[in-house]
């Protein structure tokens, strides 16, 4: 929690799309925005490096409790790619470790991209939040050290080139969670036989939430000064974070039951998988899966204990 009396806190729902400004983590973001909103409980939806911006949804109070659905979600990004140049992170905070000449053009790095698409695996890189006998990778990297990571499974859904003026290349990727895009670009360069290294990122969607629905923290600021009741107009709703799944609409004592842990049968033939659940009473309940038995069962709801 930040500093502060207990009693500076409040408990407020719902999710913030916060353009995160370069230089800051996702953790310094998240802060300034859980300070300026005085909440108790708050999370971010997918780390974005210090280098980038874009689209960081911060769950504020019950809305931590599906932001893992956010987290899981298909992102997009818009990428900046410097061609013929390689370096020790992968970006351009990097030390230059090569520097080649670049004799490529458009139509082949377009043939290159669209070699991309589709599943494939991806090694993650050393400069990563990811963990190594509870160390983080870039800890060890820093310290000079290379460990052995296993590559993981990652889908590309489309990537399109945007701008080619070389020796720079703009790229928009749209994909699977875990996806590095500092590594796209580094294994991008290898695929032109030139090297590459990412020197700009900017996400622009975290599944069906939009960068141009966000804010930015220097608005966030000024509308702080008058007090919170501005800055609560700008939350969406909690059940915003679940989107992508089909409403299911339930009676009131279908909701009752659900809450209380029950099992109801799907009557009206709906298909298995994840549904967000609403009724005309309460409004969002949260989130519930239809099993292959047809069997609608609690996946994880909205707390409604006070």
Same mark, same amino acid.
């Given at each position: 929690?930040?500093?502060?009396?207990?009693?500076?806190?409040?408990?407020?729902?719902?999710?913030? !799309?916060?353009?995160?400004?370069?230089?800051?983590?996702?953790?310094?973001?998240?802060?300034?925005?859980?300070?300026?909103?005085?909440?108790?409980?708050?999370?971010?939806?997918?780390?974005?490096?210090? !280098?980038?911006?874009?689209?960081?949804?911060?769950?504020?109070?019950? $809305?931590?409790?599906?932001?893992?659905?956010?987290?899981?979600?298909?992102?997009?990004?818009?990428?900046?790619?410097?061609?013929?140049?390689?370096?020790?992170?992968?970006? $351009?905070?990097?030390?230059?470790?090569?520097?080649?000449?670049?004799?490529?053009?458009?139509?082949?790095?377009?043939?290159?991209?669209?070699?991309?698409?589709?599943?494939?695996?991806?090694?993650?890189?050393?400069?990563?939040?990811?963990?190594?006998?509870?160390?983080?990778?870039?800890?060890?990297?820093?310290?000079?050290?290379?460990?052995?990571?296993?590559?993981?499974?990652?889908?590309?859904?489309?990537?399109?080139?945007?701008?080619?003026?070389?020796?720079?290349?703009?790229?928009?990727?749209?994909?699977?969670?875990?996806?590095?895009?500092?590594?796209?670009?580094?294994?991008?360069?290898?695929?032109?036989?030139?090297?590459?290294?990412?020197? $700009?990122?900017?996400?622009?969607?975290?599944?069906? !939430?939009?960068?141009?629905?966000?804010?930015?923290?220097?608005?966030?600021?000024?509308?702080?000064?008058?007090?919170?009741?501005? !800055?609560?107009?700008?939350?969406?709703?909690?059940?915003?974070?679940?989107?992508?799944?089909?409403?299911?609409?339930?009676?009131?004592?279908?909701?009752?039951?659900?809450?209380?842990?029950?099992?109801?049968?799907?009557?009206?033939?709906?298909?298995?998988?994840?549904?967000?659940?609403?009724?005309?009473?309460?409004?969002?309940?949260?989130?519930?899966?239809?099993?292959?038995?047809?069997?609608? $069962?609690?996946?994880?709801?909205?707390?409604?204990?006070?």
């Amino acid at each position: 929690m930040p500093r502060g009396k207990s009693g500076d806190y409040r408990d407020i729902d719902g999710i913030l !799309l916060l353009d995160k400004p370069p230089g800051q983590s996702s953790n310094q973001a998240l802060q300034r925005v859980r300070g300026l909103y005085r909440a108790r409980k708050a999370g971010h939806c997918g780390s974005l490096d210090p !280098l980038a911006t874009g689209l960081l949804p911060v769950c504020l109070g019950q $809305a931590t409790r599906f932001s893992s659905y956010l987290l899981g979600a298909s992102k997009t990004y818009r990428a900046g790619c410097r061609l013929g140049r390689t370096t020790t992170t992968g970006d $351009a905070e990097g030390e230059i470790v090569d520097d080649l000449p670049v004799a490529v053009d458009a139509d082949q790095v377009a043939r290159v991209l669209a070699g991309f698409v589709g599943s494939g695996e991806q090694v993650p890189p050393m400069y990563s939040a990811l963990k190594h006998q509870g160390r983080r990778l870039y800890e060890l990297a820093r310290e000079g050290r290379q460990v052995e990571r296993e590559a993981r499974r990652i889908e590309i859904h489309r990537l399109e080139l945007l701008n080619f003026e070389l020796p720079r290349i703009e790229f928009e990727v749209h994909c699977s969670k875990g996806t590095y895009i500092r590594t796209l670009a580094e294994d991008i360069g290898h695929a032109l036989g030139c090297g590459a290294h990412l020197d $700009a990122l900017r996400r622009t969607a975290v599944d069906t !939430l939009e960068l141009e629905d966000s804010v930015d923290m220097t608005r966030l600021e000024l509308l702080a000064v008058s007090g919170t009741e501005a !800055l609560d107009e700008l939350l969406l709703p909690t059940s915003a974070a679940l989107e992508r799944y089909p409403e299911l609409e339930l009676a009131a004592d279908s909701a009752r039951d659900i809450r209380h842990g029950k099992r109801l049968p799907a009557t009206r033939g709906e298909a298995p998988g994840l549904y967000r659940l609403v009724s005309a009473e309460s409004g969002f309940i949260g989130l519930g899966e239809v099993s292959v038995s047809g069997e609608l $069962a609690a996946k994880r709801l909205m707390n409604t204990a006070g």
